[in-house]
């Protein structure tokens, strides 16, 4: 499985991103994806997973209600949308697939698959 993350950029506090991961290689083997995050000098953290076939997207506390997680199994793509972005919300963002499905919010450490990251820069 490769995954080619994109979408990234600077962009002012209370603006808006779309970030989109493009999935080649077999998808078949894809149980769960999700979207991670890694800040200067912090650990890369969780930021929403969803299933890859059916099943609702999950997300850590510090995004509910302003990131959508999604994906599009047609164009083998998957996307988040950001809203009301904050400027701790910059870090480079992942994408990154697992054959497992899994529900709910997993660390790093669960996924086998990741893209190269893009930088979402929020500026204040």
């Known amino acids: 499985v490769q995954l080619q993350a994109s979408g990234g950029g600077l962009v002012q506090a209370g603006g808006s991103l779309r970030l989109s991961c493009a999935v080649s290689?077999?998808?078949?083997?894809?149980?769960?994806m999700a979207w991670f995050r890694q800040a200067p000098g912090k650990e890369r953290e969780p930021v929403a997973s969803?299933?890859?076939?059916?099943?609702?997207?999950h997300y850590h506390d510090s995004v509910k209600d302003r990131f959508t997680i999604s994906r599009d199994n047609a164009k083998n793509t998957l996307a988040l949308q950001m809203n009301s972005l904050k400027p701790e919300d910059t870090a480079v963002y992942y994408c990154?697939?697992?054959?497992?499905?899994?529900?709910?919010?997993?660390?790093?450490?669960?996924?086998?698959?990741w893209g190269q990251g893009t930088q979402v820069t929020v500026s204040s």
């Open positions: 969803i299933p890859w076939r059916g099943g609702i997207g």
């Open positions: 990154a697939a697992d054959p497992r499905r899994r529900v709910g919010i997993w660390p790093p450490s669960a996924y086998d698959h």
């Open positions: 290689g077999g998808t078949f083997g894809i149980g769960t």
